[in-house]
Nanobody, 125 residues
Framework: QVQLVESGGGLVQTGGSLRLSCVASQGTIRAYTVAWFRQAPGKEREFVGAIRSNGGNTYHADSVRGRFTISADKAKNTMYLQMTSLQPEDTAVYYC??????????????????WGQGTQVTVSS
């Protein structure tokens, strides 16, 4: 069993930056693929980025590539999402996730076993 706790969300102006953190307060993420998703009001949960457990390759959604960077320090049981050049359309609740996720399911929310409670990111125009 893994419990994930996010932090770092908040209100930022367009063009600003935030760094989200997600720590496993129980269990370990060392053997899992870890990911960030986001969900805006009235929209489906959307893949943002992931780090594969096997090899550590990183993946980012086209909508955030070049602006957001996912990373992880598995020795600290923590993953991060560095967000730069934030835009109003980035406003959403951001969730971290972990699981024994096969590659074909990596970008789908139901490919993950464990979720954090979410942290709100609001970008003002």
């Amino acid at each position: 069993q893994v419990q994930l706790v996010e932090s770092g969300g908040g209100l930022v102006q367009t063009g600003g930056s935030l760094r989200l953190s997600c720590v496993a307060s129980q269990g370990t993420i060392r053997a899992y693929t870890v990911a960030w998703f986001r969900q805006a009001p009235g929209k489906e949960r959307e893949f943002v980025g992931a780090i594969r457990s096997n090899g550590g390759n990183t993946y980012h959604a086209d909508s955030v590539r070049g602006r957001f960077t996912i990373s992880a320090d598995k020795a600290k049981n923590t993953m991060y999402l560095q967000m730069t050049s934030l835009q109003p359309e980035d406003t959403a609740v951001y969730y971290c996730a972990a699981g024994r996720t096969i590659l074909s399911a990596m970008r789908t929310w139901n490919g993950y076993n464990y979720w954090g409670q979410g942290t709100q990111v609001t970008v003002s125009s």
